[in-house]
């Protein structure tokens, strides 16, 4: 689906509507690659979303409140809260047939000659804030600043820059090197707009461009006008070519209409805009700002930003959720990456013990040859082995500082196997996290995972929490199913919930099934002290395969036991547990349902 430079326009039209003039109260982050504004603006309050994501760029207004999407703050969030939050909008403007947008907004700010809030005071306030401009000593003394905030939705070139008003770069969403494009996009560059396009303009389109399609040698009209005009979609292309023959494959080398083609082509850029929703099958397929006649189920929209909003809804939601899922697999990944190296420093220190030795062993040769050393002798050489001597030291002082050395080392070598136990035991509960991570696209379940990361040390929490609070997550409770013969089963999709199944719900005579040997989740049975069909406990072991990391096998080990077996490991992390097994199943991996 094309975000399209029709599209752009429809929607530059319904901004200036609306927010022109209105003041900018909130800015936040709703994903690594989107913008939120509230506005306030003829007595109401809008919500502007920006979005420079590679398959959903777009910019409209949407209903509800947004809310924030990541935890950190960024610098481009700091720096649009200092330059752009209480500003007002001036001017909205959208170069013609181009898919760039830019805001024009004037902040009031302090004279030199007065105080007023520094960067370190805007980056001191890192918490989500509702509140309008920053309150300023001086306001009769104050001056108008100007800067644009540039929309560019383009795919993957897409982005959201802030420009100063000498035209340079403050900040932007995605960063471009030199290595990256020729148009470079970094802080302290000129801005400069994406080259134009060496196309036709459509809403001055003739009958004989039309007709000088036929030397293109394209095989499809709809394709052709696409190369030949700037602005035009694929889709609106074809809504032309439909309404002009009711059909939307041609070759441009038939004998076509001319006259009316180019009569379409320059009407679906000058007419009003008519916002339309095409669905099949109950889901959307496509919007427009111009009416689809040629996809069945079209209907119209009450605007173009309510297309917008309910095309990208489910789209946007389930791509926002892989993209915090990513955030918090790299941050496991790091964490992964600290703990390996933990684990390799105290097992290099335990595989020195053999110089322990040596240190022991060298004092007792320098006593027991002390009767051969004279003063300022370098080296002893004792058992054909060679041991080192300081001049400046006495035999019996060289001799004591092995001693002294080895003990030193012998101590902390001593605490050395308990540290290595607790760093594997912490690698193995952040490796059942990674893998429960793995296996959801839930977004209060990802955002649980996370949140049980920072409770075990694994992830330093958000550095924007506000001082003296803690931002308490809401707990996902287990999954619970029905089996056929109407049996409980409880699956736990995180550590904690893993803990929860087996410890405080499971009770003694209850079977508790996990996949054999790999991270997955804790299911069991509720049995109530009643024998359990064979129906229920392979609908168990196949939800048991479907949570675990063998789901896309076809066959899974699951291993079956009494809750009475299993046993926390002691000191371990949450959802890390010993058992022993009564007996192994083979089964299908099998989604969980209703």
Same mark, same amino acid.
């Given at each position: 689906?094309y975000f399209?430079?029709?599209t ?10 609306? @927010? ?15 913008i939120?504004?509230?506005i ?9 979303l ?6 959903? +760029?777009?910019?409209?207004?949407v209903r ?12 481009l #969030? *700091?720096? *649009? ?7 007002r @909008? ?12 830019v805001f024009?907004?004037?902040k009031?700010v ?7 809030q520094t960067?370190?005071d ?15 000593v ?17 795919e ?9 008003? !000498?035209n ?5 969403v995605?960063r471009?090197t030199?290595?990256?494009?020729r148009?470079?996009?970094l ?5 400069e ?10 809403? @001055?389109a003739t009958?004989?461009?039309?007709q000088a ?10 394709r +052709?006008?696409v190369a030949?005009?700037?602005? #035009?979609?694929?889709?609106?292309a074809?809504? $032309?070519?439909?309404?002009a *023959? ?20 320059r009407g679906l ?5 008519e ?7 109950d ?16 209907r119209?929209a ?11 809804a ?10 915090r ?17 933990q ?6 220190k ?30 002893l ?7 080192? *001597? !300081?001049?400046?030291m006495?035999?019996?002082?060289n001799?004591q ?27 193995t509960?952040l ?6 991570l793995?296996?959801?696209d839930?977004?209060?379940?990802i ?11 694994? $992830?330093?929490a958000?550095?924007d929490?506000?001082?003296?609070k ?6 996902v ?8 013969d ?7 999709r ?23 040997? @790999?991270?997955?989740?804790?299911v069991?049975i509720?049995?109530?002290?009643r024998?359990?069909?064979?129906r229920?406990? #392979?609908e168990?072991?196949g ?11 076809s ?5 079956l036991?009494?809750r ?8 371990g ?6 058992y ?9 991996p099998r989604a969980?349902?209703?």
């Amino acid at each position: 689906m094309y975000f399209d430079a029709l599209t752009l326009a429809a929607v530059a039209d319904e901004l200036r509507d609306r @927010i022109l003039g209105g003041r900018v109260q909130r800015v936040l982050l709703t994903g690594e690659l989107s913008i939120g504004f509230e506005i306030y603006a003829h007595q109401q309050r809008y919500q502007l979303l920006a979005s420079a994501h590679s398959r959903f +760029a777009r910019v409209h207004l949407v209903r509800n409140k947004l809310s924030r999407g990541l935890d950190q703050v960024t610098p481009l #969030l *700091l720096l *649009l809260r200092k330059y752009v939050l209480g500003s007002r @909008i001036v001017a909205i403007e959208q170069p013609p047939l181009e898919r760039l947008l830019v805001f024009s907004i004037v902040k009031d700010v302090l004279s030199r000659n007065q105080s007023f809030q520094t960067d370190a005071d805007v980056s001191a306030n890192l918490s989500d804030v509702d509140a309008d401009e920053a309150e300023f000593v001086d306001a009769e003394r104050s001056e108008a600043v100007r800067y644009d905030l540039i929309i560019e939705p383009m795919e993957r070139r897409s982005n959201i820059i802030l420009v100063g008003d !000498d035209n340079l770069i403050i900040e932007s969403v995605k960063r471009v090197t030199p290595r990256m494009s020729r148009r470079v996009i970094l802080p302290r560059r000129a801005y400069e707009t994406p080259p134009s396009q060496s196309k036709r303009d459509p809403r @001055i389109a003739t009958a004989a461009e039309m007709q000088a399609l036929r030397e293109t040698g394209e095989r499809d009209l709809a394709r +052709a006008l696409v190369a030949a005009y700037r602005g #035009l979609s694929p889709q609106a292309a074809r809504e $032309v070519v439909f309404r002009a *023959l009711e059909r939307t494959s041609a070759a441009p080398d038939e004998e076509l209409p001319w006259y009316t083609l180019a009569a379409h082509l320059r009407g679906l850029f000058s007419a009003p805009w008519e916002p339309t929703l095409a669905s099949d099958d109950d889901e959307l397929q496509a919007y427009a700002p111009y009416a689809l006649t040629h996809l069945a189920n079209a209907r119209p929209a009450a605007s173009i930003s309510a297309a917008l909003e309910a095309f990208y809804a489910a789209r946007e939601t389930v791509t926002s959720h892989r993209q915090r899922r990513d955030v918090v697999a790299q941050q496991l990944g790091a964490a992964r990456e600290r703990l390996r190296r933990q684990h390799d420093q105290i097992q290099t220190k335990l595989n020195h013990a053999a110089d322990l030795e040596r240190l022991c062993w060298e004092g007792e040769m320098i006593f027991a040859f002390m009767h051969t050393l004279v003063p300022g002798q370098t080296t002893l050489e004792a058992e054909g082995e060679t041991i080192a *001597l !300081d001049p400046a030291m006495t035999p019996v002082e060289n001799a004591q500082a092995r001693f002294r050395a080895y003990d030193k080392a012998r101590s902390a070598l001593a605490e050395l196997p308990e540290r290595l136990k607790l760093v594997e035991m912490q690698q193995t509960g952040l490796e059942q996290l990674i893998a429960l991570l793995e296996l959801t696209d839930d977004r209060l379940q990802i955002d649980q995972i996370a949140a049980e990361a920072v409770e075990q040390g694994y $992830v330093r929490a958000a550095s924007d929490a506000t001082p003296g609070k803690t931002r308490r997550m809401p707990r996902v409770k287990p999954l619970r199913l029905k089996s056929s013969d109407g049996f409980d089963i409880y699956v736990g999709r995180s550590a904690s919930q893993n803990d929860e199944v087996t410890f405080r719900i499971a009770r003694m005579e209850d079977l508790w099934l996990h996949v054999r040997t @790999i991270h997955g989740a804790h299911v069991i049975i509720r049995s109530g002290g009643r024998e359990v069909p064979e129906r229920t406990i #392979l609908e168990a072991a196949g939800v048991a395969a479907y949570f675990s990391q063998a789901r896309s096998e076809s066959v899974v080990d699951i291993d079956l036991s009494r809750r009475s077996q299993v046993r926390k490991v002691s000191g371990g992390p949450p959802g890390l547990a010993t058992y022993q097994a009564e007996r192994t199943l083979r089964v299908a991996p099998r989604a969980p349902w209703a």
